[in-house]
């Protein structure tokens, strides 16, 4: 999963995301897709077997990008949330700038559908689980995503208000009529804008990484999970 540290917000990054298949496809996973799962999988089991200090990346971390994986612990916790809002029913998730939980999310449930919003092209080999995305056009997703997604999750690329203003637009795009969820990863000093913009309220659980950053990073939510991610601290 892509996190952040607070870099020039005026660089071009961004995120990206991939077009869904319809909600009448029975969700699949490509060969391609398939290969590419396997492939970082095997590098994951590499890294356990060596001992602590594993990373969870598919790909180097670009820095330039503001990229820095969640540790193994994280991206599990936040996976499992995910597939419990799923509620084990057909539903589709969105991961903005969060790579590693999409991983994590097909290696826990080969069948969900997510798709991956982010900049980073490297991420194409995930075919059509991926697209391209960037924050600063916040609008310009595919019209088959837009209003579809049970539960999003958001880690924008910089820790401004308006880099999460614009992430925010795309959320509201992306999120279905009813019942809906939205989890977003980002930096301590953004608490007060992301209960502002979106109505989000931190939890207990303090997301890690595999690089250690300076800044704290926290989960906000728009719903209480109650026992779950340490509770809601509204």
């Known amino acids: 999963m892509a996190d952040q540290l607070q870099l020039n917000p005026n660089s071009v990054t961004g995120l990206t995301e991939s077009s869904a298949p319809s909600d009448d496809d029975e969700p699949a996973l490509s060969s391609h897709t398939l290969a590419a799962l396997k492939e970082f999988l095997a590098e994951q089991q590499h890294h356990s077997d060596a001992g602590e200090g594993s990373e969870v990346s598919l790909v180097s971390e670009n820095w330039n990008l503001s990229q820095f994986w969640y540790s193994a612990e994280t991206a599990k916790t936040v996976a499992e949330e995910v597939l419990t809002l799923c509620g084990g029913v057909h539903a589709r998730v969105a991961c903005i ?15 969900a559908t997510v798709q991956l919003l982010e900049y ?11 697209t391209f995305y960037d924050y600063n056009l916040p ?33 509201r795009l992306l999120i279905q009529p009813g019942e809906s969820f939205v989890l977003l990863l980002t930096g301590d000093v953004q608490k007060e804008r992301a209960a502002e913009i979106l ?36």
Not at 120 to 130: E, L, N, W
């Open 199 to 234: 109505g989000l309220y931190p939890c207990g659980f303090r997301p890690q990484h595999s690089s250690k950053l300076g800044n704290e990073f926290r989960l906000f939510s728009n719903y209480d999970p109650e026992t779950r991610l340490g509770g809601w601290e509204k």
């Open 139 to 171: 609008d310009e997703i595919p019209s088959e995503l837009k209003h579809s997604c049970k539960v999003v999750v958001a880690d924008p690329p910089y820790l401004s208000k308006e880099c999460l203003e614009k992430v925010a637009e795309t959320i």
């Open 120 to 130: 980073d092209k490297r991420f194409q080999q995930y075919g059509s689980d991926y």
């Open 97 to 111: 700038a969060c790579p590693t939980l999409y991983v994590y999310l097909k290696q826990m449930n080969p069948n």
